[in-house]
């Protein structure tokens, strides 16, 4: 926790009663939110909760539909992002909205009122650099921002956001998308900020443990409403659990012996290149057998993607085997990894899982509508599609009434509940999955992650990619650690797991372990 | 700047109406709205025909020339007639996202098919040389597309300036074939044309109730009610739908989307050559000439995109464009172009749609009085009772 001294300083911000609806959807309703100078306060919530709305009213991106904000005790109007930030107010979002092409100074001098008149190369990474030095932000002024990895795109957001006279910082769950190495820079940023240069920082997240670990005070949203404020010397994780999903939630895990089987899935030697056609895998082995989870931990951008694409026919191999219950499929394409039982659940599960302007039944039958009884001939049969995809929905357990509504009117959990199952469904040998549970809510987490060891428990080997390392080590009985498109760790004993050593190979610390 | 200062005009001015837009998160009732603006456009543009020409005659002469008389309706539906199928042929590509702006010369190509097929065999009876001048046709119309549709499939090279540019070909070969060997002799000034098509490979007029109509019309309407029926219940449907809404879940569901996307376009470049023959052999011009089209072809994409790509809907749009024409013809008497009249109403009619369709995006909302609520204590000071009647305050 950090030590500033904020308990009686003066309140910078007081946001009160602000609603804001989005058609019949309240997203924050009647939240009262009060910033002391200097503080770091933590949001949290689960997806849902109307932490970032509430946080775009505050940065000028929404208006409120009610309420009012008072600034340093004055009633004041924010009226757009620019204007927040004229007052000190600045968001630092999700997606850092940085033009890829550009380098870091550029992109910092992008539309900023002090940017000089005559830009050259030279002068420009000159003041990034003192800027750089000043908030003590280690930034390369030079570098071009896709050369980045994800943490220190984001450094060059909160730079920039800084450089343009942030007094107050929002960050939108800056943790998101960083390994364990790279979370922990982020806190010593976030508490240098703040007991040096006096920032006042919120912290979005809804992640606990982090929560508590970065900040001085903490508020829980729950379904758009206020559920409490509180110190964080004063809240334990299970207390601040059940305020934001308002029953509490068991962190155990019950994972039954599960008896192995074939080798149901053998990849050997897989090497494929990146969309820029740069290596992404290099001789990448994996073998899962049946009953099995092998998680693959690793951040981001270290060739997950391609693992997975290449597992499941998206992406064709430049070397290497890959075998499914015996038969080869390494020049095979997606339908033919489908034919053998490979399910997929894909990365963006909005992007490629489901088809969003299209209805709950079409997305059903995504992996059913090439064979009978859904396909006869060249017709589609429309009675046959909605019968398996009411079937489909009762198995996962969706309480929907009609099939033919849009998919985009399923919450996050729901829409994943569907792809979890129609995957199963399609596939009874073989299921590679990508980031199963990100962006839900603690209690479809839990529901996955249940379906997931169920299809365990009746023999489906499950290939598990995700960027949660406590997932990983919470579901899997092997756990492989990807690096730079290789593997360079392998830990086999699920008693034995160890968070720091894997942190560590993830971030390429380690050569080989265990 | 400005706009943003407009922006808070515009909404203080509502604002003090009780009223208030409001953001939808997803768009409602499209359709509803976008026949309502054209409703809106329609009479705007008549006022404005009123304001510009000032004669008392106008209206009565649109109305004449228009949904009147009989002469009107078997104007309105002949001038539909090609750009039902033209709107098709558009509506087609739409279903993937593509646009097809080649209608225009795949239009020609099908006629041109056509047009040679019946010279080739003259002496074929009625119906066998239909038959085979309709496939030529939509053959002929595919291939005109097939090279814009492998570059974007396989290339990514994009379809919007292949298919434009090959009309300007497709221009040039429809000159060179009709100053050649089926020239018309008696064909002079700047319209070129071959000779006319043989009696037995046109196809017969229509009436009902007393109004007489080109048969392409009717062949327009088939075609779309077996587009509907294709999209709709075949497994061929479900994948431009799957890939329509997003290539990716396209290729995550196992369809061979590069194939798809040249069938698709394929399929686009028949239908618009189809209606090229159609238009030939029921039309007015029985021959391959410029005057064949009359901006046909593009105007088949703003039926496509009124009619927001549905095959149903593109009937009924291409009547209403069908009738704007005709009123825009009505008006050439009175000294007003029929470029202007037509082509003209055409754009405001499609600009007013455009902004209906930007309005399903929001809604009207009554304003609350006590919206912004005033901190308590703080009644006093006149800024902030400034702030509450919705004015801009400065701090």
């Known amino acids: 926790m950090t030590s500033t001294d904020s308990g009686n300083a003066p309140l910078a911000v007081q946001m009160r009663g602000i609603v804001k609806r989005f058609d019949d959807l309240v997203a924050v309703n009647d939240v009262d939110f009060d910033l002391r100078a200097g503080e770091v306060h933590a949001l949290l919530g689960e997806n849902g909760a109307g932490k970032t709305t509430l946080m775009n009213v505050l940065s000028g991106l929404l208006r409120p539909d009610r309420g009012h904000i008072l600034l340093n005790g004055e009633p004041t109007r924010i009226r757009s992002p620019r204007d927040a930030l004229r007052r000190g107010i600045g968001m630092v979002h999700q997606h850092y909205r940085l033009v890829h092409g550009f380098t870091v100074a550029e992109n910092i001098h992008l539309g900023w009122d002090a940017s000089p008149t005559v830009l050259t190369p030279a002068r420009i990474e000159e003041r990034t650099r003192e800027l750089s030095d000043r908030f003590h932000l280690d930034v390369d002024p030079a570098a071009r921002i896709w050369q980045l990895s994800v943490g220190e795109q984001q450094r060059v957001a909160i730079l920039r956001t800084l450089a343009r006279g942030a007094r107050i910082l929002i960050l939108d769950e800056p943790t998101a998308v960083l390994a364990p190495g790279e979370t922990d820079k982020l806190f010593g940023m976030i508490r240098q900020l703040s007991s040096e240069s006096g920032r006042t920082i919120v912290f979005i997240s809804h992640k606990l443990e982090e929560a508590l670990e970065i900040s001085d005070r903490v508020t829980v949203l729950r379904g758009g409403r206020h559920m409490g404020t509180h110190a964080a010397e004063d809240c334990t994780p299970r207390m601040l659990s059940q305020e934001m999903v308002g029953r509490s939630i068991e962190f155990t895990r019950q994972r039954e012996p599960v008896e192995l089987g074939e080798n149901a899935l053998v990849a050997e030697a897989l090497s494929t290149t990146d969309d820029r056609g740069l290596p992404a895998l290099r001789e990448v082995d994996v073998t899962v057998r049946a009953g099995e989870i092998v998680g693959v931990a690793g951040v981001a951008g270290n060739g997950q993607r391609e693992l997975s694409e290449t597992l499941t026919g998206l992406r064709a191999l430049t070397a290497g085997r890959i075998q499914v219950g015996g038969q080869d499929l390494s020049r095979a394409h997606a339908r033919d990894f489908l034919a053998a039982g490979v399910g997929h659940i894909p990365e963006d599960r909005y992007a490629s899982g489901l088809v969003l302007t299209e209805s709950i039944e079409h997305n059903a039958i995504l992996r059913a509508f090439q064979h009978p009884p859904v396909r006869r001939g060249p017709l589609l049969i429309q009675g046959a599609a909605r019968r398996f995809a009411r079937m489909l929905a009762k198995t996962v357990g969706l309480s929907i009434s009609d099939v033919s509504a849009p998919v985009r009117s399923l919450s996050g959990g729901n829409a994943q509940r569907l792809l979890t199952g129609r995957e199963l469904n399609a596939s009874a040998r073989v299921l590679v999955v990508v980031h199963p549970t990100r962006g839900l809510d603690i209690g479809a987490i839990e529901e996955v992650q249940q379906v997931l060891l169920r299809a365990r428990a009746t023999g489906v080997a499950i290939l598990l990619i995700s960027e949660d390392l406590n997932e990983v080590m919470r579901l899997s009985d092997r756990i492989l650690v990807l690096y730079r498109g290789a593997i360079v760790g392998e830990f086999t004993d699920p008693e034995q797991f160890n968070l720091e050593e894997i942190g560590l190979l993830m971030g390429g610390a380690l050569a080989a372990a265990s | ?395």
């Open chain 2, 1 to 395: 700047m400005i706009k943003r200062e407009s922006g808070r005009l515009g909404r203080w001015a509502m604002g003090c109406l009780g009223w208030r837009l409001e953001q939808r998160t997803e768009p409602r009732n499209q359709t509803a709205h976008r026949l309502a603006a054209i409703v809106v456009g329609v009479v705007i543009a008549l006022i404005a025909v009123q304001l510009a020409i000032g004669d008392e005659d106008a209206f009565n002469r649109i109305y004449r020339g228009t949904i009147g008389s009989k002469r009107g309706w078997s104007n309105i539906l002949d001038l539909a007639a090609p750009l039902v199928l033209t709107g098709l042929a558009a509506a087609v590509a739409l279903k993937l996202r593509r646009w097809n702006v080649g209608v225009e010369g795949q239009f020609f190509m099908g006629a041109f098919a056509g047009v040679a097929i019946a010279f080739q065999l003259e002496s074929m009876s009625g119906a066998p040389l239909l038959a085979l001048m309709f496939a030529g046709a939509a053959l002929c119309g595919a291939a005109w597309i097939a090279v814009p549709a492998i570059a974007r499939a396989y290339l990514n090279v994009n379809e919007i300036l292949t298919t434009l540019m090959l009309n300007f070909v497709a221009i040039l070969f429809l000159a060179y074939i009709a100053t050649g060997p089926w020239r018309n002799p008696q064909s002079q000034g700047s319209i070129l044309a071959t000779r006319d098509i043989p009696e037995q490979a046109r196809l017969p007029g229509v009436e009902v109730a007393a109004v007489e109509f080109s048969s392409g019309l009717l062949l327009g309407i088939a075609v779309a009610m077996v587009l509907w029926l294709v999209f709709r219940s075949t497994t061929f449907g479900y994948m431009v739908r799957t890939v329509g809404g997003s290539e990716q879940a396209g290729s995550y569901a196992g369809i061979n989307v590069r194939l798809l996307s040249v069938a698709v376009l394929l399929l686009s470049g028949g239908v618009a050559g189809v209606a090229g023959v159609a238009h030939m052999t029921g039309g007015d011009t029985n021959a391959y000439a410029t005057s064949l089209s009359n901006n046909t072809g593009y105007l088949g994409i703003a039926v496509a995109v009124l009619a927001g790509g549905s095959f149903p809907v593109v009937v009924f749009m291409a009547g209403v464009i069908g009738a704007i024409i005709s009123a825009g013809s009505a008006l050439r008497l009175l000294d007003v172009g029929s470029e202007l009249g037509s082509f003209g109403l055409t754009g405001f009619i499609l600009l007013m749609a455009a902004i209906g369709e930007g309005l399903a995006n929001y809604r009207l909302r009554r304003e609350r009085p006590e919206r912004e609520t005033l901190p308590p204590g703080d009644q006093a000071s006149p800024a902030a009772a400034a702030g509450g009647a919705g004015g801009s305050r400065g701090t």
